[in-house]
Each structure stands twice: as C-alpha cells, then as structure tokens.
C-alpha cells in the first residue's frame, strides 16, 4: 500500500474530555466543537449587498449573479415546463421508484401531522375557534452544489401539499453541464410531485426572490414574494433566511449538516464510524461528532474510520470534514452526562447506539431529529425514512424544530360572541380598560348597550 491510498491517521479526529468537569450551562455549550471557518457575522454583509442588490436591480441582478457564481447565462431563470417534462421522462426507473417511495412516506408521516380545528363554547352564546389555515405561497429551496439533493425536492414540497398552500414555487442552483437549468434529477422529482414553478437560481439570491419577489419588465414575467421560505443550504443560504426573517417565515437556519451519536461500550464501532462518515460527506464544514464514555469505543471508532474513509468516494471531503473543529469525541463520565451533552450540543442529526436506547432517546430535549439503535441510521432519514431531513442546526434545534406541516400552517383564532355573552363579561372589560388607562376600550363594548 503506497502513501497516496494508504488510510489517513485520525489522531486528529480531536477528544474533548469532559469526564470529571462540572460545568455551566453556558460552558459546556462553550465547550462543543463548532466550525470556525464560517460562520453568520463572517459572511452577513456579504449576504446583505446580494439581497439588497436582488431587491434593487431586480432580473439584471440574478442574471450577473448566475454568471458569477454558476457560470451559466440567463435571461429568465424560471425553468420551462418541457425540460420539467423530459427530466421525468429519461430519469432512471430505479431513482424514481426510489422518489417514489420516499414521498408516499412522507406524505403519510405528514397527513397523520395534520392538526384538527378545535371549537370551544366558553360560554353560552360565546364560541372561541382555533382554526388552521395554510399559508398562500412557498419558496422551497434545494441545494445542488456538493451533492444534487433531488430527497430535499420531497422533504419540502410534501408538508406544504399536505399542509393545502396552493402556490408553490422552488428554486435550485443553475448547472452550466446541463444548459443552464438545475440538476435533471431535481427537475424530475418537481415534476413527479407536480411542482411546475421551478427556477435555476442559487443562494442567497434565491432566497432574496422569494422573500421580496422579482417584479416583471414587460419581456420577463415577474417572481411573484413568497409567506414562507423553507429549505436547507450552506451558510449563505442559512444567514440569507435569517436576514429575511420578519418579512417571511422561514423553516429554521438549517445550514451545514452535523450528525452526534451518543455511544456506549454496546455500540459497534463500524456503524458508529460508517454513520459519522455518511454525514461528513456532505460538505468539508460537515460536523460528526462521537459522544461517549467509553475510551475503549472511541479508539475502536477512530480505527474504524481510518479503515473506512480510505475506501469512501469522497475522501477529501470527508477527511476535511472529520478533522475540522467542528467535528471529534466528547469522553463523558457516563450516559446520564452523555444525555446532558447531546442537549448542549442540540444536534440536527442525534443517533443513540447504547443500551435501552429507545429509554434514552426518550430523555433527550434538544436535536433536530433522534435516531434510535443501530437500524435507524441519519441515511435512512435523509431518504426513505418517512421523517423529514430539513432539519435545525449549529445548535439552534434548542429551540427551532424541523421541517413539517406545521411550517406552513398558522394559527387563527376566531372570536364570536353574541349581545348576551358580551353584556356577561362587559363590566370586566370596561374594568381592565380603566386600569390600563384606555378607555376608549371600554367604551367600544359600553356603546352597544345604550
């Protein structure tokens, strides 16, 4: 074996000890491994003058900017129905029995979501309704840099149809080796789904035609701005949605993926090595993260992967991504600490390979979606699970959830109440009015009982 395929030592997949330590809430979230090659402030006035271009110059913007960035030329970036059409028409059997699949599990994980309306006479004459109602319109975005995510078409569209919007648009990076237009495979699973507002546009700029919509100029029909915007991406796509964030709803910051798996001496080190692997593969900034209290794993574990990553298509990527800060073994004393770290940590991907893993995944509070045992990998979700992989990251599943129906449904309160049941309750409100000082209030339900 020479030195170019010889298997890369993975010393420096980095150990984070934390047996011993009695740390604050705010230390041990100091403490995890994170990225340090990008992050929202390092690229945030980036972002903002490609937003703030989008908005001014419209058409003539997106146009110069898939020229920069994807090397392609457009006059409008919206694809045409017939290359939606031929994408289906000449895509693999076997690929779209897979999307096929996918999306009758995702559609039945996302109908059984489905909230019910409820109604509640608080009082006789007095009706209170908790109605959901979708939003209008959706921009769903799809990567297609690294890897072409044609399973990001699914997780996107399929809560929003469930959810009922009827106005769906989706956007994906243009590809010079396909004329201009997004991945075929993407194009194809639109158009299996029924998705026929489809653009090649990539980034932040595709988030900025959403939020703020494109106007016409009498030969290009317009972007017509989005309620939501929803879809996974690398940081620029992540802090384009926080910057938007107020004049559209958006899904969470899911950015550059991450997976932890919580591991004890039960595990085995060839899963635990394989599934850290899967998720590095994504992205050079990818985060795969072993948490456990046992040395003798962890070793085993970095054994495995110098193994296994010699013989992985992406090597380069993967090892970039394994031996990044974000990414390494956090040693704890035992898995309750184990349990306490993974919610520091708030992982979009969390694995749980230990003993009684279904009542420890059950303690966990903070992590995009959980994976229980060694026969629910992250792949599984990202494909063919049922769940959705349009997840919360870099810490921000602590208080950000996944991608559901419920991105794309609000809840409306309706009020109906009758003379009888206001007359009830009119010496509070005139009550509460005075004691705020507003007594135009009061005097709004005292006017219609002369």
């Not at 010393?11 to 705010?26: C, E, M, P, V």
């Not at 040693?331 to 230990?354: F, K, M, N, P, S």
């Not at 309750?425 to 004691?435: D, G, P, T």
């Amino acid at each position: 074996m020479n030195a170019e395929t010889a298997p890369a030592s993975f010393d420096a997949f980095r150990t984070i000890d934390l047996r011993g330590t009695h740390l604050s809430a705010a230390e041990l979230r100091s403490a995890m491994p994170r990225s340090t090659s990008a992050s929202f402030d390092s690229v945030a006035a980036r972002v903002e003058g490609i937003i703030a271009d989008v908005r001014t110059r419209g058409f003539d913007s997106l146009t110069e900017l898939a020229q920069r960035f994807d090397g392609v030329q457009q006059r409008h970036p919206r694809v045409p129905a017939e290359a939606l059409r031929e994408a289906l028409r000449t895509l693999d059997p076997s690929v779209r029995s897979a999307l096929e699949e996918s999306i009758d599990r995702a559609r039945a994980f996302a109908a059984a979501q489905k909230p019910e309306d409820v109604s509640l006479d608080i009082r006789p004459g007095a009706v209170l309704t908790h109605r959901w109602v979708p939003v209008g319109r959706v921009g769903l975005y799809v990567p297609g840099g690294l890897a072409v995510l044609a399973s990001s078409v699914v997780m996107n569209v399929v809560p929003a149809q469930a959810a009922g919007v009827e106005s769906i648009a989706l956007a994906s990076p243009p590809h010079k080796d396909f004329g201009g237009l997004p991945h075929p495979v993407i194009l194809a699973a639109a158009e299996l789904l029924g998705v026929n507002e489809v653009y090649g546009i990539g980034g932040a700029q595709a988030i900025a035609a959403f939020a703020y919509g494109v106007a016409g100029d009498g030969n290009r029909n317009p972007i017509e701005p989005v309620d939501v915007v929803t879809g996974p991406g690398n940081i620029y796509v992540a802090t384009a949605k926080r910057l938007v964030k107020g004049v559209v709803g958006i899904d969470a910051e899911a950015g550059t993926t991450e997976i932890a798996v919580l591991a004890d001496r039960t595990a085995q080190p060839r899963l635990v090595a394989a599934d850290l692997i899967s998720q590095a593969e994504h992205d050079p900034n990818a985060a795969s993260v072993l948490i456990t209290p046992s040395v003798e794993l962890a070793a085993a574990v970095r054994a495995e992967l110098s193994v296994q990553v010699a013989s992985t298509r992406h090597r380069e990527r993967v090892e970039t991504a394994l031996t990044g800060p974000q990414s390494g073994t956090i040693l704890v004393d035992d898995i309750d600490h184990g349990v306490t770290v993974c919610d520091a940590y708030a992982a979009e991907h969390l694995e749980i390979h230990t003993a009684d893993a279904a009542a420890v995944a059950a303690r966990i509070r903070n992590a995009g979606a959980v994976f229980v045992g060694e026969y629910s990998p992250v792949s599984l979700g990202d494909y063919c699970a049922g769940s959705n992989h349009v997840l919360p990251t870099a810490g921000t599943a602590a208080f950000a959830s996944g991608l559901s129906i419920y991105t794309f449904l609000r809840a409306m309160q309706i009020i109906d109440y009758n003379a009888d049941a206001l007359q009830e309750v009119s010496r509070h409100v005139v009550q509460l009015a005075q004691a705020e000082d507003l007594p135009g209030h009061g005097d709004a339900v005292q006017v219609r009982f002369p």
